[in-house]
């Protein structure tokens, strides 16, 4: 596509069973015309794109990725357990929830050496955002392991340029404060899935319990990294719900993570899959829709294919880049399950003409490529000349 200068699209859309495609173009329209990241999508809206034939999902979740990311740049990111096991929350896929028999020994959080080190080595292997877990229901009376979590930020961020992302179950308002005052750049915490969902998943922890602590982490202005699992026997409406739960909220998450579910064994899902969601199964259209549809709805979050990743085939994950996916973890682990080493994924990603994502970088359009959708410009994002410069290092 370098060197063009001028395109013009004519697409009509094919009349999907429940919607006029009059309804969907509009949207689309919407979508891909905003300035700003709408919050205020109805259901049916969510519903609707995201029922659109595959292949023009595929096509505009592409241009607007084009237009709010260097469809280039995939961002490497790293993720550690700190402190592992015996939490006690009851999630029904987790390995760590001292509810479930994992055969999963727990351990003391790690220290500031420790942790430092596994910074450093994913820095060195291009990774720019490291994210430290820790299976705890919440940090409430946790003042000691606050500091030395502070600490273990401060000095990752100011000794080696990374972004920090924490996930420590809920958080308060005094105490993501602190957390902001040493630098940190994101907290996770996943809304997992659909409300309706939810309860079938966990007890210990409501919903709204979930989204109180999004809008603290929102509120002390530290960026937000929510999103959730696929494959724990959700329906389709519940893949729309979770998008519309995510795209309406106050301020879109910064950081977008797609998991795709491991069934551990020992884990009451692992149990349910084979019986109660026996019919259930989560296929590559699926993942699909909820990538496309979360790229339309909320155009400049990053969304991170983040758990199961390994147990995809490349091409499966190269339909999710082209999708909108623009950030991955690699390295030695993904908290307790299996992950796609650093060595591979950079020989994946030179393989598709990727590069890694630099941190903290803002990615802007920096030469137009002028499309024509309906009548209206639209500005994508061409490749720069000087992308073709960056090497991956191996
Ligand atoms: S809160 Fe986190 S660590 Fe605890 S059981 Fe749930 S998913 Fe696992």
Redesign the pocket.
């Given at each position: 596509m370098i060197g063009l200068t001028s395109l013009t699209i004519k697409r009509t859309l094919a009349t999907n069973a429940i919607f006029s495609s009059t309804n969907a173009n509009k949207l689309l329209q919407t979508a891909l015309t905003t300035k700003d990241p709408i919050t205020t999508w109805t259901r049916e809206d969510v519903s609707s794109l995201f029922s659109l034939p595959l292949n023009d999902l595929l096509f505009y979740s592409q241009v607007q990725h084009r237009q709010h990311h260097n469809p280039s740049e995939i961002q490497l990111c790293t993720l550690l357990s700190i402190k592992t096991g015996g939490?006690t929350?009851?999630?029904k896929y987790?390995s760590?929830?001292s509810h479930n028999d994992t055969g999963l020994k727990a351990t003391k959080l790690l220290d500031l050496d420790t942790v430092f080190e596994k910074a450093k080595i994913a820095k060195a292997n291009n990774s720019t955002r490291f994210c430290m877990g820790s299976?705890w229901?919440e940090m409430k009376g946790r003042k000691s392991a606050l500091k030395k979590i502070g600490d273990m930020v401060k000095k990752i961020n100011d000794e080696l340029g990374m972004e920090t992302c924490v996930t420590l179950?809920m958080i308060n308002d005094e105490q993501i404060k602190e957390l902001k005052d040493s630098g940190l750049t994101a907290y996770n915490h996943n809304i997992d899935t659909s409300r309706s969902h939810y309860k079938n998943v966990?007890s210990t922890r409501s919903y709204d319990d979930r989204l109180r602590t999004i809008k603290s982490v929102n509120d002390a202005g530290v960026k937000v990294c929510s999103g959730g699992i696929l494959g724990m026997g959700e329906t389709v409406d519940d893949h729309i719900d979770f998008l519309h739960t995510l795209s309406t909220m106050e301020k879109h998450p910064e950081s977008l993570p797609i998991n795709k579910l491991i069934a551990i064994k020992g884990t009451p899902i692992e149990e349910e899959l084979k019986t109660k969601y026996k019919e259930r199964k989560l296929s590559l259209d699926n993942i699909l829709r909820v990538i496309c549809t979360a790229r339309l709805l909320m155009p400049k979050s990053i969304i991170r294919l983040a758990a199961g990743r390994y147990t995809m085939k490349e091409h499966e994950q190269l339909l999710c880049f082209s999708a909108g996916v623009n950030a991955i973890f690699t390295g030695e682990k993904m908290l307790t399950t299996m992950c796609t080493g650093w060595d591979e994924d950079i020989a994946m990603l030179k393989k598709w003409g990727y590069v890694p994502m630099e941190a903290f970088k803002k990615t802007d359009p920096k030469t137009d490529l002028n499309v024509i959708y309906n009548d209206t410009k639209i500005t994508l994002l061409q490749k720069a000349e000087e992308e073709k410069e960056k090497t991956l290092a191996i």
């Amino acid at each position: 596509m370098i060197g063009l200068t001028s395109l013009t699209i004519k697409r009509t859309l094919a009349t999907n069973a429940i919607f006029s495609s009059t309804n969907a173009n509009k949207l689309l329209q919407t979508a891909l015309t905003t300035k700003d990241p709408i919050t205020t999508w109805t259901r049916e809206d969510v519903s609707s794109l995201f029922s659109l034939p595959l292949n023009d999902l595929l096509f505009y979740s592409q241009v607007q990725h084009r237009q709010h990311h260097n469809p280039s740049e995939i961002q490497l990111c790293t993720l550690l357990s700190i402190k592992t096991g015996g939490c006690t929350e009851d999630c029904k896929y987790c390995s760590q929830s001292s509810h479930n028999d994992t055969g999963l020994k727990a351990t003391k959080l790690l220290d500031l050496d420790t942790v430092f080190e596994k910074a450093k080595i994913a820095k060195a292997n291009n990774s720019t955002r490291f994210c430290m877990g820790s299976a705890w229901r919440e940090m409430k009376g946790r003042k000691s392991a606050l500091k030395k979590i502070g600490d273990m930020v401060k000095k990752i961020n100011d000794e080696l340029g990374m972004e920090t992302c924490v996930t420590l179950g809920m958080i308060n308002d005094e105490q993501i404060k602190e957390l902001k005052d040493s630098g940190l750049t994101a907290y996770n915490h996943n809304i997992d899935t659909s409300r309706s969902h939810y309860k079938n998943v966990i007890s210990t922890r409501s919903y709204d319990d979930r989204l109180r602590t999004i809008k603290s982490v929102n509120d002390a202005g530290v960026k937000v990294c929510s999103g959730g699992i696929l494959g724990m026997g959700e329906t389709v409406d519940d893949h729309i719900d979770f998008l519309h739960t995510l795209s309406t909220m106050e301020k879109h998450p910064e950081s977008l993570p797609i998991n795709k579910l491991i069934a551990i064994k020992g884990t009451p899902i692992e149990e349910e899959l084979k019986t109660k969601y026996k019919e259930r199964k989560l296929s590559l259209d699926n993942i699909l829709r909820v990538i496309c549809t979360a790229r339309l709805l909320m155009p400049k979050s990053i969304i991170r294919l983040a758990a199961g990743r390994y147990t995809m085939k490349e091409h499966e994950q190269l339909l999710c880049f082209s999708a909108g996916v623009n950030a991955i973890f690699t390295g030695e682990k993904m908290l307790t399950t299996m992950c796609t080493g650093w060595d591979e994924d950079i020989a994946m990603l030179k393989k598709w003409g990727y590069v890694p994502m630099e941190a903290f970088k803002k990615t802007d359009p920096k030469t137009d490529l002028n499309v024509i959708y309906n009548d209206t410009k639209i500005t994508l994002l061409q490749k720069a000349e000087e992308e073709k410069e960056k090497t991956l290092a191996i």
